[in-house]
């Protein structure tokens, strides 16, 4: 399975200000994605990381919101914007290579967002 | 986008029975249902899954069973031990790989 990174891991941020989170897969995957998990709760989808062209939001989320970069095929960010405590969570990305032949999604280990 | 249930919310075994976790899908489209364990603290990890042509899969103490007509699916977890507690969400699959996560089951397996 491919091995996945996020920065940072953790941290605690004053509202209505933004955090970008990096996550980094070691080799080029087909689809990267963006979830959050809010606590003690099961996880949503946010986008997918589109590479080379804007990101596809789901429902409930924005761009102006929760911008994505996705530069390459081993690469992403997402940007939580103007933060309120309502989006203390754990935002995860994960990735589904493609190249197996089978279906397998993996997750990076999160990055756990305190808003104050 | 695709609704999954999943039930029970909590279950408590004892060491060495079985747990049993069923989860319900919406869309009849669907092809694709991976279950993942997620212990505290930790990224959610794939522990198994099924496509929708074949209906029943196993790895050694897990199974999982598919019923394609009823949208149902379900987790099997035989010989408890204590390295099984943990929360255990099924997913399905809609629209490109996006997965769609039931509300997760934490499971406790009591000595």
């Known amino acids: 399975s491919a091995v996945i990174s996020q920065k940072p891991s953790r941290d605690i941020c004053q509202r209505g200000t933004s955090l970008t989170i990096q996550c980094q897969v070691d080799s080029q995957v087909t689809m990267m994605f963006w979830y959050r998990q809010q606590p003690g709760q099961s996880l949503t989808l946010i986008a997918t990381?589109?590479?080379?062209?804007?990101?596809?939001?789901e429902s409930g989320f924005v761009i102006d919101k929760f911008p994505i970069s996705r530069p390459n095929l081993t690469f992403s960010t997402l940007t939580v914007s103007n933060m309120s405590p309502e989006d203390s969570s754990i935002y995860l990305c994960?990735?589904?290579?493609?190249?197996?032949?089978?279906?397998?999604?993996?997750f990076g280990p999160g990055t756990r967002l305190t808003v104050l | 986008g695709e609704n999954v249930e999943q039930h029970p919310s909590t279950l408590s075994v004892q060491e060495g029975d079985s747990a049993v976790i069923k989860c319900t899908y919406s869309?009849?489209?669907?092809?694709?249902f991976p279950w993942y364990k997620q212990e505290l603290g930790k990224r959610p990890q794939l522990i198994i899954d099924?496509?929708?042509?074949?209906g029943e899969k196993k790895d050694q103490r897990i199974a999982v069973t598919l019923n394609k007509t009823a949208k149902h699916f379900s987790l099997h977890i035989t010989e408890t031990q204590p390295e099984d507690s943990a929360v255990y969400f099924c997913?399905?699959?809609?629209?490109?790989?996006?997965?769609?996560f039931g509300a997760g089951t934490t499971v406790t397996v009591r000595a």
């Open positions: 994960s990735v589904y290579p493609g190249t197996s032949g089978w279906n397998e999604q993996f």
């Open positions: 990381a589109n590479q080379g062209s804007e990101a596809t939001y």
């Open positions: 869309d009849s489209a669907s092809n694709y």
């Open positions: 099924i496509r929708s042509n074949v």
């Open positions: 997913a399905a699959y809609f629209n490109d790989y996006k997965l769609s």
